[in-house]
Antibody, heavy 113, light 111 residues
Framework: EVQLVESGGGLIQPGGSLRLSCAAS????????MNWVRQAPGKGLEWVSV???????YYADSVKGRFTISRDNSKNTLYLQMNSLRAEDTAVYYC???????WGQGTLVTVSS | DVVMTQSPLSLPVTLGQPASISCRSS???????????LHWYQQRPGQSPRRLIY???NRDSGVPDRFSGSGSGTDFTLKISRVEAEDVGVYYC????????FGQGTKLEIK
């Protein structure tokens, strides 16, 4: 059974850093492409980043230069390192296995002083 | 960047009646491999999104056959043949041909 479990969210001050994790089971993260998508409170879905099986990474303009997507093949886990956080980064962050159609439950990141 | 435009943004529907959501892209979504990476998601209140349709018209496992997807190029449609109470939520189209982007979402409610 495929499962995606995000963790690492919380309350952080503007300018701070946070690392989100997404532990995957039921498939191999390194064999496919994995995405992070976020949803601000009461708003729609916004694509954030993707990492392909070959290691290529891409980012939305809104997070480019501040966020880094990565994976640990030995732990079958996806990460999102978020630096220089801003109030507008406040959202529920989901990891998604697009080709399989699976989403995690999401982890809430709140950027506020 | 590919802009995805959904309409309507609000969709009040009577139980048992059909519903239709349009999704238009600013560029063709046909990829170089011949596939069209246009998917539809349902987000019920308080839940994570769930994929309903992948690559335009393929229904995911467990999705009722009252849901169907169609379209090509830049113009796509999600149809619900007879709306049920459990269909309440927000529906999003997402393209995965030119990186990724979502439509604004269409909120379906029961009239």
């Amino acid at each position: 059974e495929v499962q995606l479990v995000e963790s690492g969210g919380g309350l952080i001050q503007p300018g701070g850093s946070l690392r989100l994790s997404c532990a995957a089971s039921g498939f191999t993260v390194s064999s496919t492409y994995m995405n992070w998508v976020r949803q601000a409170p009461g708003k729609g879905l916004e694509w954030v980043s993707v990492i392909y099986s070959g290691g290529s990474t891409y980012y939305a303009d809104s997070v480019k230069g501040r966020f880094t997507i990565s994976r640990d093949n030995s732990k079958n886990t996806l990460y999102l390192q978020m630096n220089s956080l801003r109030a507008e980064d406040t959202a529920v962050y989901y990891c998604i296995y697009v080709s399989g159609g699976y989403w995690g439950q999401g982890t809430l990141v709140t950027v506020s002083s | 960047d590919v802009v995805m435009t959904q309409s309507p943004l609000s969709l009040p529907v009577t139980l048992g009646q059909p519903a239709s959501i349009s999704c238009r892209s600013s560029q063709s979504l046909v990829y170089s491999d011949g596939n069209t990476y246009l998917h539809w998601y349902q987000q019920r209140p308080g839940q994570s999104p769930r994929r309903l349709i992948y690559k335009v018209s393929n229904r995911d496992s467990g999705v009722p056959d009252r849901f169907s997807g169609s379209g090509s190029g830049t113009d796509f449609t999600l149809k619900i043949s007879r709306v049920e109470a459990e269909d309440v939520g927000v529906y999003y189209c997402m393209q995965g041909t030119h990186l990724y982007s979502f439509g604004q979402g269409t909120k379906l409610e029961i009239k």
